[in-house]
T-cell receptor
């Protein structure tokens, strides 16, 4: 069964550094998303992407964040200058229609 | 932000019995509802969904009921199995191009053998 994959599974970085989280969505899906879950909190929407542009973004998704689909398979989330409060699980998801399918997540730890 | 609420943080059920997980929402613009199951250190796994034009959707052991007037939905699992033990999240999305999911806080289901 096709699934969303994410790399790396765990990323440790110093505050102020840039990180890129990578995702390979399910191949025939057209909609892509990033969510995050801070420890002990709800899963929160960050951004959705369709037809090579952002279709929705939350208040969390400020100028420090960007997304890109650099080729036909990858979907990336870049955080330009990480802050301590960016430490969280980051989940990529993709959908063909309404149901969104999630990857296993990347645990980002900012020191 | 409490647009989607799961008021029971945990639920324990005997194997073979029915598990009923509940979810309430406040945003009347939500028109699509989903249930996800999540194991530790894994991403949410899609289980079942329902559109607001329906009041019930069934898939194997899983049934979701939607009561729009009460802004309430529930997930029934019958019969419950030990492998169903996980955190269950309710999520909702709005209409048209608004596809972002708003999640509840989750309910930890434990199915006892």
């Amino acid at each position: 069964e096709p699934e969303v994959t994410q790399t790396p599974s765990h990323q440790v970085t110093q505050m102020g550094q840039e990180v890129i989280l990578r995702c390979v969505p399910i191949s025939n899906h057209l909609y892509f998303y990033w969510y995050r879950q801070i420890l002990g909190q709800k899963v929160e929407f960050l951004v959705s992407f369709y037809n090579n542009e952002i279709s929705e973004k939350s208040e969390i998704f400020d100028d420090q964040f960007s997304v890109e689909r650099p080729d036909g398979s990858n979907f990336t989330l870049k955080i330009r200058s990480t802050k301590l409060e960016d430490s969280a699980m980051y989940f990529c998801a993709s959908s063909e229609k309404s149901a969104q399918y999630f990857g296993p997540g990347t645990r980002l730890t900012v020191l | 932000d409490q647009q989607v609420k799961q008021n029971s943080p945990s639920l324990s059920v005997q194997e073979g019995r029915i598990s009923i997980l509940n979810c309430d929402y406040t945003n009347s613009m939500f028109d699509y509802f989903l249930w996800y199951k999540k194991y530790p250190a894994e991403g949410p796994t899609f289980l079942i969904s329902i559109s607001s034009i329906k009041d019930k959707n069934e898939d194997g052991r899983f049934t979701v009921f939607l009561n729009k007037s009460a802004k309430h939905l529930s997930l029934h699992i019958v019969p419950s199995q030990p492998g169903d033990s996980a955190v269950y999240f309710c999520a909702a999305s709005g209409g048209g191009s608004a596809r972002q999911l708003t999640f509840g806080s989750g309910t930890q289901l434990t199915v006892l053998p």
